[in-house]
């Protein structure tokens, strides 16, 4: 089975967790970290960048690896590796998705998430838990 490495950035604002809604594909309308397809030979970290400029016209600062989600689709397996973000530079301008919402803590789970970024949101809330002030830290 093929593998697809990928990245997702988990931005934080103001306490607040952005999440985008896939406009086109297989999987249009499912809500998701926004990220996309690491290139060969290319590093994680420059990857994402480079997709958060291409997707919402922003550029990031990984401030700490989450999660690495691991998940297999019937015609491929992903790699997912899921950063906490934040914004440095740009306001988002949705270039790719259909939607794009700021999310309470308490609100993570109202959205019709990717299976793999299920995970993420979960390893996300376990995390905010272990911080004094939830998201407020970014």
């Not at 999440?19 to 926004?34: T, V």
Request: with cysteine; glycine share 6%; charged share 30%.
């Amino acid at each position: 089975m093929k593998s697809v490495e990928v990245v997702a950035a988990i931005i934080i604002k103001n306490g607040d967790i952005f999440a985008a809604q896939r406009g086109s594909g297989k999987h249009k309308d499912k809500w998701e970290f926004p990220g996309g397809k690491v290139e060969p030979g290319e590093k994680i970290e420059a990857a994402l960048s480079r997709e958060l400029r291409e997707e919402l016209n922003i550029q990031v600062e990984p401030k700490k690896l989450l999660t690495t989600v691991n998940y297999s689709y019937p015609d491929f397996h992903l790699i997912m590796h899921c950063f906490l973000c934040r914004v440095v530079a740009g306001e988002i301008n949705l270039l790719e998705h259909e939607d794009g919402k700021w999310l309470k803590e308490r609100e993570l789970d109202s959205l019709d998430w990717l299976p793999p970024d299920i995970e993420a949101v979960n390893k996300l809330k376990e995390f905010l838990k272990t911080q004094e002030n939830s998201c407020s830290f970014y």
